[in-house]
Nanobody, 123 residues
Framework: VQLVESGGGLVQAGGSLRLSCAIS????????MGWYRQAPGKQRELVAS???????KYADSVKGRFTISGDNTKNTVWLQMNSLKQEDTAVYFC??????????????????WGQGTQVTVSS
């Protein structure tokens, strides 16, 4: 199973970016997937997740600004990031829990991780 992320980059505060994550090699039709981020010197934290039933979960810091979405089978997941702030600067990681049941996995329940994509928000 592989996760391939794309869409990171440099953007000014107030701008937008759209991250994509494609999962390949999964034998499951539906996957639970999430986006995490890690800033220098900080722990990796959940940004947003989408369950197999399409329910979504967001960190309080990104509610109303970020939107997670996926195709029907969750083979591809997107993270639309609007109104970006400097504090959103981090490496963003895609995570997948193939075959996960209903609900949102905890950090340790994600089986696969992408390589990470850098998002830098300038002032």
């Amino acid at each position: 199973v592989q996760l391939v992320e794309s869409g990171g980059g440099l953007v000014q505060a107030g701008g937008s970016l759209r991250l994509s994550c494609a999962i390949s090699g999964s034998i499951f039709i539906r996957n639970a997937m999430g986006w995490y981020r890690q800033a220098p010197g900080k722990q990796r934290e959940l940004v947003a997740s989408i369950a197999s039933d399409d329910s979504t979960k967001y960190a309080d810091s990104v509610k109303g600004r970020f939107t997670i979405s996926g195709d029907n089978t969750k083979n591809t997941v997107w993270l639309q990031m609007n109104s970006l702030k400097q504090e959103d600067t981090a490496v963003y990681f895609c995570a997948a829990a193939p075959g996960y049941g209903l609900g949102h996995p905890d950090f340790y329940e994600y089986d696969y991780w992408g390589q990470g994509t850098q998002v830098t928000v300038s002032s």
